[in-house]
């Protein structure tokens, strides 16, 4: 496997690249199958034909929250749930954001983290994901 993000060779359970310190899976200049440079906008190698989509090739959620948890957290803080996602600020500013609306984005940030809890199951999110598909 190689780092998207600098091209330098590494192991496939590798959660950040030797070279450059970052996630190999994030960025957009190498390709992480054959370590062919790519541009920004690629979606497809044109070397090896492999998928540059990053969100087919995040890394899977090594622990998924259950859903007894994930409601738990909804009900009790549902900024510390969030953060079991990785999504931490995330969580914070949409707490601010249901307080500035008065209440009323609540449906909204309901189906943000009821998307959220079910792409976790299969894949980590990002810190910005927002109504996340699987």
Known sequence: MFCRQCGKEGSE?????????????????????????SAEKAIVCIKCGCSLDNITNVAANPNPV?????????????PVGYSQWGQTTKGW???L?????????????LVDYIMCYQAQKTRQLGEWDFFPSK
Not at 14 to 32: E, Q, R, Y
Not at 72 to 77: G, K, Q, S, T, V
């Open 13 to 37: 359970n590798a959660v950040a690249c030797v070279g450059c310190g970052v996630s190999p899976l994030n960025g957009t200049k190498f390709c992480n199958s054959c370590g062919e440079a």
């Open 66 to 78: 259950t859903s007894g948890t994930a409601i738990l957290w909804y009900l009790l803080c549902y």
């Open 93 to 95: 500013v949409s707490l």
């Open 97 to 109: 954001f249901l307080l500035i609306t008065f209440g009323y984005g609540g449906i909204v940030l």
